[in-house]
């Protein structure tokens, strides 16, 4: 949620911002009326209540001089009628403004976060910029196949199954298979909470409502969600763990020179990708449920940019690690998420598309999520409470990890090499075959 101030002073920054964010005509128009209207409504009720506090006093003096000036007695009475009407007129006024401000406040809730100044303007992902550039895009001296027809041909992969079990958009891993992803959550926690600082949890994957708000996918993305009840209790399945992580701090006030804090959790994530049907309808790409590892920030503003620049050194270091080619990208402003100040996409290499695919977003939210679920910190014991930046970024998509594993390192008989970061998680274990140095899934 935006400053309030962008519905008083900045609504001209704020229409040119939404502009930039592909925000449609129609929300821009509603908040600009609605916003000139409250500031009228203001001017006009402080008016109001300036002339009813002066006549009010001139009542006062009147009705002093009413034993002895019937006249003054008269003009003293002819005064409160006209402040009864202007009390009404007040009262009018008020009610209209209340209403005003609580769809000010709904709308505030579905308006997307104000980008930084050093974020490329543009409408979609085409106006992204490349920052960073890791490894050569594998070439094959063979037809690269894609990953569901290596990981169907391996026995590790069954989608028909999975089918027959949950419908559409849905995987399961068999074997060797379920002990690569599970290798991959492990080695990325490792990273993570060793090398990178980052300290791990294992968090609820049912939410409730208010930390799906306090995040922002609600209420503008509800349709994007996996919802359940039981009797009258509401809980949506995490789409990421960015959610509950973030809000392990709702509502709190951080001691002096706690922060920042890094926190990382694997979790299973559930997504109905509503608008997306006809995309990557074949493989492990868009899944109603994948497997993620998530890295979460809550940092002094001041330091937040140095912040993301390190979460997105963390997210390439795995991608190193794994041997895979790829690229990062500074998002612009159309194509950022909702929450997001500035996005940085990771995008590795797969060989039977030919290009780079997303497998990591980092992003500053700046203050945007402390607000909606006030995040605030205090730089000494006797300082007022102020609101903390959250980060949050993938460190990885598990599932597209696995995809570029099986592609990359493909041979032409449909075989899989596993990268070296990934042989003492797996050495051993039924389905891998060693051969010198190297760890092999073959049929």
Same mark, same amino acid.
């Given at each position: 949620?935006?400053?309030?101030s ?10 040119t ?5 592909n ?13 000139r ?8 009720t402080e008016g ?23 006249a003054?007695a ?8 006209e402040?009864r009407?202007?009390?009404d ?9 209340k209403g005003?401000?609580?769809?000010l ?17 543009g ?14 895009p ?10 569901t027809?290596i ?29 690569l992803?599970?290798?991959l ?7 993570h ?7 791990e949890?294992?968090?609820p994957f ?10 922002g ?5 509800e ?12 809980l ?5 763990s ?14 002096p020179?706690?922060?920042?804090i ?7 994530c ?8 006809? !995309?990557?309808?074949?493989? %492990?790409?868009?899944q ?7 890295? +979460?920030? *809550?940092? $002094? ?6 912040e993301?620049?390190k ?26 998420g ?12 797969l060989?039977s598309?030919?290009?780079?695919r997303?497998i ?13 679920a ?7 014991a006797?300082?007022?409470p !102020?609101?903390?930046?959250? %980060?949050?970024?993938s ?6 990890a696995? +995809?570029? *594993?099986? $592609? ?5 008989h449909?075989?899989v ?6 042989n ?10 060693r ?9």
């Open positions: 949620m935006l400053d309030t962008y519905f008083q002073d900045k609504v001209t920054d704020l229409e911002a939404l502009k930039n964010r925000t449609s005509g129609e929300v821009i128009s509603s908040l600009t009326s609605l916003s209207r409250r500031k009228e409504l203001i001017v006009q109001l209540k300036a002339k009813r506090n002066s006549v009010t006093q001139e009542i006062a003096q009147l009705k002093g001089k009413a034993k002895s000036d019937p003054a008269a003009e003293a009475d002819k005064k409160v009628i402040m009407a202007v009390g007129q007040i009262k009018g006024f008020d009610e209209e403004l005003i401000e609580e769809k406040n709904d709308l505030a809730l579905r308006i997307p976060n104000i980008p930084h100044s050093s974020v490329p303007v409408a979609d992902l085409e106006h992204n910029k490349e920052v960073h550039k890791w490894g050569t594998t070439k094959l001296a063979f037809e690269p196949k894609d990953h027809s990981g169907e041909g391996l026995g590790i992969l069954d989608f028909e199954r999975a089918g027959k079990i949950s419908g559409a958009r849905f995987a399961l891993y068999l074997g060797a298979g379920a002990a992803e599970r290798a959550i492990q080695f990325m926690l490792d990273t909470t060793v090398d990178h600082g980052y300290r949890v294992i968090p049912l939410v409730n409502r208010e930390s799906m708000t306090g995040t996918q609600l209420p503008k993305f349709e994007d969600l996996f919802k359940t009840g039981l009797a009258d209790r509401e949506f399945l995490i789409p990421t960015e959610v509950p992580l973030t809000n392990m701090y709702r509502n709190d006030i951080v001691d020179g706690k922060l920042p890094y926190l990382t959790a694997y979790s299973p559930f997504r109905s990708e509503a608008g997306s049907y006809g !995309k990557d309808t074949r493989g %492990l790409i868009r109603h449920q994948f497997q993620k590892v998530e890295m +979460v920030k *809550i940092a $002094e503003p001041e330091k937040s940019y140095e993301l620049e979460m997105v050194k963390n997210a390439e270091k795995i991608l190193e690690l794994l041997e895979l080619p790829y690229r990062t990208m500074l998002l612009c402003t159309g194509d950022m909702f929450s997001a100040s500035k996005t940085y996409d990771l995008e590795v290499w060989p598309q030919n290009t780079y997303e990591s977003s980092c992003s500053n939210c700046e203050d945007f999520q402390a607000r909606r006030q995040i605030r910190y205090r730089t000494d006797n300082a007022k !102020k609101l903390a930046h959250t %980060l949050n970024g460190g990885l998509a598990v599932g597209r696995f +995809v570029a *594993i099986l $592609e990359n390192f493909q041979d032409a449909g075989n090499r596993i990268p070296k970061a990934l003492r998680y797996l050495e051993g274990k039924p389905g891998f075959t051969e010198g140095d190297a760890l092999w899934i073959k049929k």
